[in-house]
């Protein structure tokens, strides 16, 4: 079961960024931006946990998803942190996501070189 | 000079050079479409054993005008002058080719428009008594060209469907004082022309513009109707930009349909290579006219054909500004027999 | 020549000349391509949680494992494939994120180790860490200043 509410939710926010491709002016990497600050937002009046609560891996994979982590992160360390809690809170959270993007990216570039397109 | 000059853009050689031999290198995609039988050389894999796009296409660019060169007889040692030009910064596929081939050089930018504009400048020098052999190349390479004007490689995008294939291909065109044709005997220098076009995938619209704007100038300013050549060709308008430019010359009052084509459109099989609006580069009318059109003169299917090759001379910053796409386009008027007509 | 068309006009002229992409064919191809990505996190997910971490682990462990699927598969050259056909499908999810990282970083091997690959592998990404952490920032100052 949660499988399918995990297909239907990420299934559902990746046909909002086509459209946007697709039928305005943005750009993939502007709609991107607009999606991880929409997470990070909506996590911040509350509302993106109910989406995570009930599409799980489907909330949480797409980017918008990554925005609600560092939301959620900066929020936590807030309240056991203060101030402070804002700067690190976020990267606290992701760092595992982050570090894994910039560690594992490097390896593939040694492994692999780009093939020409057919 | 006054007979020399026909109006404000066009320009009637006195003495027209002849194209004495062509070189048309392509990389594996073209080779795999409707012109393959044409070229001279076929590429088996884009990195043409160098370990960078850009040191490829370099080498295509040199190999293409040693081909020329050799097929014209002649050696480096007396072609007089090379006129070259390419899409990448700095226009370095051809100055580090000119680097190996020691031939005196004059780099150009005009980005797709570059084949008709080096074969303008040099008929322009042979004509006043400057040289008596000259070279004309170009290169494109869609690599290297994805690279610096859009995106690497192996990301995932999606291209719309009125987006071009960059051709991987170089093109080069020795052209000469003495010779027995096909000869240039009419150059049309383009005035740039923006219609507002900011999509960089939008190349066609954008550079259709230019194009009708040189060919009105090139017709007007001879006197010709467009029937009175075989074929008038344009570089890289693509399908989206041959269905505008059909439509804007009428508006001009000339109906170029029956001899109208786009090397762009012939280049590649849209449906079987997925190349969307078809193909765009410098190399696209490059290997085009000394591929094709050149053996096809020599068979005598075509006589008189009108090449207009179209540039856009945008950068990425221009367009990370914010700016608008301006265009240019460039023609050369070659002819198997001189006499005839203007 | 004689035409003379401001932007606006020569926009509204063309439009009727330039195909319109498939919208419904690259909806369908987003949302079956985008919901397989998240079920196979859904996996990875579950598969953690089975071995008894806690929910911040699971996270952890679950994102970087689909970075680094996103990352393999851009290595391999199977990911600018799957990105022709399923578009925001393969672009949203974090698979995606590791792509924008990985194409350029393999792009510009030959300019070198620290300004080819160092410098480029957040050509893309940049943006997306900058507004990301940012918003997340301002949110939590804004947290704090409602809880006081």
Not at chain 1, 19 to 43: H, S, W, Y
Not at chain 1, 90 to 103: D, E, M
Not at chain 2, 42 to 60: C, N, P, Q, R, V
């Amino acid at each position: 079961m949660d499988y399918l509410k995990a297909f239907l939710v990420g299934g559902a926010i990746c046909v909002i960024g086509q459209l946007l491709m697709d039928l305005t002016k943005l750009t993939p990497a502007r709609v991107l931006v607009a999606f991880v600050t929409a997470g990070a937002i909506l996590q911040g009046i509350g509302i993106y946990q109910a989406i995570v609560d009930f599409g799980g891996a489907g909330a949480t994979t797409p980017l918008t998803g990554f925005g609600y982590s560092l939301a959620k992160g900066a929020m936590k360390e807030v309240k056991e942190a203060g101030l402070l809690g804002a700067f690190t809170g976020g990267l606290k959270s992701t760092a595992g996501g982050i570090a894994g993007a910039i560690f594992f990216g490097y390896i593939m570039t040694l492994l692999f070189s780009p093939k020409s397109k057919k | 000079m006054a007979g020399k000059r026909l109006g404000k853009q066009t320009l009637k050689l006195s003495s027209p050079p002849s194209v004495i031999s062509n070189a048309a290198i392509v990389g594996p995609k073209e080779g795999e479409g409707p012109l393959s039988q044409y070229f001279d050389q076929i590429l088996t894999d884009d990195y043409f054993g160098e370990d960078s796009w850009e040191k490829a296409e370099s080498k295509m660019l040199k190999e293409a005008v040693k081909s020329a060169v050799k097929a014209s007889g002649r050696s480096n040692t007396n072609i007089d002058f090379m006129f070259a030009g390419d899409l990448l910064n700095q226009i370095v596929s051809s100055s580090f080719a000119a680097r190996e081939l020691q031939i005196p050089y004059i780099g150009l930018y005009g980005a797709c428009s570059t084949m008709a504009e080096s074969l303008c400048m040099g008929s322009l020098m042979i004509d006043g008594g400057f040289a008596e052999a000259i070279v004309c190349a170009t290169s494109s390479h869609f690599c290297s060209a994805e690279r610096q004007y859009r995106f690497p490689l192996e990301q995932g995008v999606q291209r719309p469907p009125f987006a071009q294939w960059t051709v991987t291909g170089a093109g080069a065109a020795v052209i000469a004082e003495t010779g027995s044709g096909p000869y240039i005997t009419h150059a049309t220098i383009g005035k740039v022309q923006d219609f507002g076009i900011k999509d960089a995938n939008n190349m066609g619209a954008a550079m259709a513009p230019a194009a009708v704007d040189t060919i009105t100038a090139h017709l007007n300013e001879t006197g010709r109707r467009p029937e009175y050549y075989d074929l008038i060709i344009t570089g890289d308008l693509g399908n989206i930009g041959k269905a505008i430019i059909l439509d804007m010359m009428q508006k001009e009052g000339y109906d170029i349909t029956k001899v109208y084509n786009d090397c762009g459109s012939m280049i590649f099989d849209s449906e079987k290579q997925d190349t969307h609006a078809g193909g765009s580069g410098c190399g696209c009318a490059a290997v085009v006219l000394n591929g094709y059109i050149a053996k096809e003169m020599k068979k005598g299917n075509i006589n008189k054909v009108l090449l207009i090759a179209t540039g856009a001379l945008l950068s990425p910053t221009t367009t990370w500004q914010g700016e608008s796409i301006p265009c240019i386009a460039h023609a050369v008027a070659i002819e198997k027999t001189i006499g005839v007509g203007v | 020549m004689k035409t003379k068309m401001s932007s606006k006009q020569y926009e509204q002229y063309i439009k009727d000349k330039l195909p319109k992409p498939a919208y419904l064919k690259n909806c369908i191809a987003a949302f079956i391509v985008g919901g397989f990505i998240c079920d196979v996190a859904q996996f990875i997910s579950n598969t953690a949680k089975s071995y008894g971490y806690n929910q911040e682990a699971v996270s952890s462990i679950t994102a970087a494992s689909m970075v680094f699927l996103g990352a393999f598969l851009t290595g391999i050259g199977v990911y600018d494939r799957i990105g022709k056909f399923a578009g925001a499908g393969s672009i949203v999810p974090i698979t995606g994120f590791a792509n924008s990282i990985v194409s350029p970083a393999m792009e510009f091997k030959r300019e070198g180790f620290v300004f080819g690959v160092g410098a480029k592998m957040f050509i893309l990404a940049g943006p997306v860490l900058v507004y990301g952490i940012s918003s997340s920032i301002l949110i939590g100052i804004i947290y704090y200043l409602l809880g006081k």
